[in-house]
C-alpha cells in the first residue's frame, strides 16, 4: 500500500511506536493482523493461514524483522531504516522463528518478559506462541498504538478527505435518484453501490449495508433478496478503502412519502447528528459526543430503539479508537477522526440511520462528509 | 447463510462436534471467526470489534448459547435444536459473559478445564478470556473440528462443484478472449474477473490475483497498476464464495507466442497438475499428491522455482485441512477437497500456475473444475 508521507512517516511512527513499548514496559511487539503493521510498515498481512509477523524490538538498535511466507516476499516493499525481511520456505516453522527472535530481544537482566501482540492476531499463532514462550506476559498492540494511530497526522486526514469525497460521490447518486431502488434487490443495490465506491477511487470495499422496509430496522443488517418496494425507507450504509483510509457513510433514503412517525424519526435522527458533530469539540469527553446524540433520541421519546453507540475511531481500519461511546471520558485531540451516527430501529417495522465521519480540530468540528441531510423522496 | 442439508444437517455437525470434543477431553468450545462457527450454527461472525461467539457445552444437555452484539442479533437466523441466542448490548461485556457461562460448563469434579477457541478468533478476546479464567487450558477448534470439516458429504460436494462450475465459466471467458488484457491495469482485469464471478452466481469475491509479465513470478501478486504488454503470460488465480462454499481455480494464459524456455515450463506446470491429481488417491498419504507433482517439476530441472506446497483443501474457507505438502502423511479419505496447484517462477522473469480442484472419491479423483489447460495464445 502507499504511505502518505512515505518511509519517513514510517519511521517517525516506528519511533513513537517503540517510546510507546519502553513506556508500556513492552519488551517485543508482534505485529501480524490488523492496522498496526501496515501503520508502520507500509505492509499488510495477507489474512491466510501462513505466518506474516513483524517481530519489533523495543529499541532502534534491535530493529525489526518481517517475517513472511517465501511465496509472499515479492509483494513486499522494503523500507529501508524500518524493518528487514525474513522469508521463510514451505519447510519451515515460522512461528519457532518469530519465538527465538523474541527470544533474543528480551534483556538477560530478568523481570518477566512482556511482549504485545496485535490484536487481530490469530488465536492459532498466539497460542502457537505462548507455548514456546511460557511464563511470558502478552498483552495487546493496540495498548501501544492505538493512542498514537487515533491522533491522524495532516497527510493522513487529507487521506481520510479523499476517501470520503468519494463516498459522497455515491452517496449523491443515491441522494439524485440516479441509483434505482424500487424493485430491485438489496443484493444488487448493494453490489450497485459497491462498484461505485470502487469506480470513484476506493481500491476495495468494505461494506455496502443495504436494508430495506422491515431491514431498515436491522443495524447490521446483509443486503440479501428482499426487493424493494415503494413507500419504504431504505438504510444505505457503506464504505471501503483509498490509498489504504476508510470511508463510512450513511443515508437512508425513502422510496415515497414516509409516514407522519416515521418522518419524525427522521427529523429526530438527523437533528441528534448535528448534536453529536457539533459536541465533537477539543477537549470533550468523547462520551459527551454519544452523550448529546442520544439525549436528543431519548428526549424525543425514541431511546430505547437506539441501541448502538454514536460512532467509533476510523483510519486505517474502519472501527479503531477512538469510540465516542458512554464510559470513553478520554478528552478529543486535535486530529481524532470519527463516525458520528445515530439511529433509530423500531424492530420488525423501521429505522433510520445517518452518519458522518468528522475530524476533531482546534477550529471546531470538521465534518469530511458534506451529501445532503434533508430528507429525500425518491420516485419509482 | 444457507446450509446445505438445513438445520438437521447442523444437528448432525454438533453431535458430532460434542463426540470430537470429549474424545479430545473439551470442556467447552468457543467458536468465532472462522468456520468452524458457520459449520455448525450457519451463523458467521462478523469481523469487527463487537465480540461474537457461540459458546458449546461438551453435552447436548448443555446446549450451546451465541453471544451476539445487541445490533446484528436480527441478522441471525434461529436454528432450534442448535443453539439459543444471548444478545449483548452495548453497556455490557461479552468477554465477562462467554467466561460466566463457560465457568459454569465446566464439571466441579476438578482437573484442568480445557477450551477450544476458533483458530481465526482475535488474540484480543483469547488474552481476555485467558485473564479471566486463570490456569485453564487452551487450544485450537481445529482440533476439534478440521478433520470433521476435511470430510464433505454428499451435499457439500455438490456445493462445492455449483461454486466451481461458476468459477469455471470465468475461466472459460478468459481462455477465449472474452476478457481483455493487453493495454489494460492488471487492476482492471483483477475487478472484471470479480465481477464475473459475481454474475456467474458467487456472493463473495474472496481474491482475483493477476499478475502479468515479471509479476507472474510472484505467486500471491496484489493486481496493480501494471499495464498488460503484449507477449506476456498472466496468471489468473480467482475464487469466491457460493452458498458459503468457495472456488478457486488459476489459469496462466499469454499474449503472445511464449519463447521456448517458458512453454517449455508451461508443459512442465500442466504434467506436474496432471501427476498431482491422479495421485490424489484415497487411502494415500497427503504428501504423495505434492511428490507426484514436485517430482515432475524437479526431474525438469525447475525443482527450486517450485516455492510452495502443491495445494490446499478448501470448503467454507479457502484454506482448509487437508494440506497436499510434504510432512502431511494422513491419508487422502472420500469426501476431502483441496486444490492441486504447482506453479514454477522465475523471479524477475515470468511465472506459470494451472490449478483444479479435486473431490478425492472412492472411484478416483475427481476434478471438480473442467475449463481447458491447452497453452492459450490471445490475440490483442
Redo the contacts between chains.
Sequence with gaps: MSVPGGAAALRSRLQRARAAMQAAGCDVMMLSLGADLPWVSGYEA?P??RLTMLVVGATEEQGAVLFV????A??VVPQPGVFSVRPW???EGPVALVAELAARLVPASGGTPRVA???????????ALQRLLPGWE???S?EVCAPLRAVKDEAEVDALARASAAADRVARALLGGEISLVGRPE?DVS?EIA?RL?EEGH?RVNFAIVGSGPNS??????AGDRVIRAGEPVVCDFGGTLDGYCSDITRTVFTGEPEAELRRIYEVVAEAQRAGVEAARVGSPCQEVDRAARRVIDSAGFGRYF???TG?GIGLE??EDPYM???NSAPLVPGNAFSVEPGI?V?GRYGVRIEDLVVATAAGPRPLNVADHSLVVLGP
Excluded at 69 to 72: K, R, S, T, V
Excluded at 117 to 127: H, Q
Excluded at 217 to 222: I, K, L, N, V
Design positions: 495477507m491466510l493461514e511466507p517465501e511465496l509472499e515479492p509483494r520456505a514451505e519447510h501482540v496485535s490484536d487481530r492476531a490469530w488465536s492459532t499463532f498466539l497460542l502478552w498483552t495487546v493496540s443484493r453490489a462498484a470502487l481500491q430496522a436491522s443495524p447490521h443488517h446483509e441501541v448502538h453507540r467509533h474502519e472501527h461511546v458512554e464510559g430501529y424492530p
